[in-house]
């Protein structure tokens, strides 16, 4: 298989894989279950997933990439060299260019770790894009035009805010809240009021299924087993929509109180292109139901969520690779 172009959505719960002309080819977890005795990697992925919480003494099953950025550099390395090898195969003729996404807040050290992982993982190049720059290309924002364009990206590990104008960031926030803190919210929620245990897969299913940033009036319920606190044997519990929302408020607050931060620092003229347009939200994030309302409620900015939220920043390494050679002299970190 002949590929010359990769781009990378490194995330803290996922890893999405573009590859131009095909589209987004892997969308899977960021996870990597490995061999404590002999510290060999045993899988990777949708299949690691599915061991998180379940391995023995002899497996550590484990995130590599903590809100946004590399926690694990060898384990990092050999999750990309996995997907790399994945679409374009352990035999090749010559070596991918590799563009990889990272927070705006990302330390020159931090980005170095990015660069060498994925040098090393086998690519011929490695350059780095900021989140909000990828996000808001791949929500079909015009970036290089006059106009302040507001994005919102909720990932796993951290929730990027971003006023772009004319290709480049003018105001930004980040804050290391997103998908996980909310799933770890909700478990300790039901820890201290039910005195039941439950991992963070079946608080994240919790979330997807009646999570909702807005107190509403009918409200939805669901059937959740965790293991009791008191007698330690298995327990079922019914939650209802409005106690997910009462759980996660005070995350919820952490990401208003950023978009009012950077809306509060953009210049007079971009912000009434803000009110005009409005905000986009991209990300795992922008799933949870009502969220956009909320931010609408809480900032009087209109928010809409994008096409395809979890894809937006795939997507936009898509574009980039498309026009490499225009970017490369612009808003590319580069080795």
């Known amino acids: 298989m002949f590929i010359k172009k990769i781009g990378i959505d490194l995330g803290t719960a996922n890893i999405l894989i573009f590859i131009p002309q095909k589209g987004v080819v892997v969308n899977e977890p960021s996870v990597v279950a490995v061999s404590v005795i002999d510290n060999k990697i045993l899988a990777v992925g949708n299949e690691a997933k599915e061991m998180l919480g379940k391995t023995p003494d002899s497996i550590c099953a484990s995130r590599p990439v903590k809100d946004g950025v590399i926690a694990d550099y060898r384990i990092t390395e050999a999750m990309i060299k996995y997907f790399i090898n994945k679409v374009s195969g352990k035999i090749r003729f010559s070596k991918p260019e590799v563009i990889v996404s990272v927070p705006a807040g990302i330390t020159s050290t931090e980005k170095r770790a990015v660069i060498d992982a994925t040098m090393q993982a086998g690519a011929k190049n490695a350059y780095v894009v900021k989140e909000p720059i990828l996000a808001s290309i791949g929500a079909g924002i015009p970036i290089n035009t006059p106009f302040g364009n507001m994005i919102i990206d909720i990932g796993g590990g951290t929730s990027e805010v971003a006023v772009i104008s004319l290709g480049g960031v003018v105001s930004f926030s980040s804050v290391r809240v997103g998908g996980d803190k909310l799933d770890h919210a909700i478990s300790e929620y039901i820890r201290k009021k039910y005195s039941v245990a439950i991992g963070?897969?079946?608080?994240?299913?919790?979330?997807?299924?009646?999570?909702?940033?807005?107190?509403?009036?009918?409200?939805?319920?669901i059937e959740v087993r965790g293991r009791d606190l008191v007698s330690g044997l298995p327990k079922t519990i019914k939650?209802?929509?409005?106690?997910?929302?009462?759980?996660?408020?005070?995350?919820?607050?952490?990401?208003?109180?950023?978009?009012?931060?950077?809306?509060?620092?953009?210049?007079?003229?971009?912000?009434?292109?803000?009110?005009?347009?409005?905000?986009i939200l991209s990300g795992g994030g922008a799933l949870l139901k009502n969220l956009d309302k909320l931010l609408s409620r809480s900032t009087g900015v209109p928010c809409y969520i994008a096409d395809d939220p979890l894809l937006c920043v795939a997507k936009g390494t898509g574009s980039i690779l498309d026009n490499l050679d225009m970017y490369k002299r612009s808003i590319i970190s580069k080795k």
Request: net charge negative.
């Open 200 to 221: 963070d897969r079946n608080a994240e299913e919790i979330k997807i299924k009646i999570g909702n940033a807005i107190m509403e009036e009918e409200k939805d319920f």
């Open 239 to 279: 939650i209802s929509s409005g106690e997910i929302t009462e759980a996660i408020q005070d995350e919820l607050g952490e990401i208003i109180r950023t978009v009012k931060n950077v809306l509060q620092e953009t210049p007079p003229e971009l912000s009434s292109d803000i009110i005009d347009r409005g905000m």
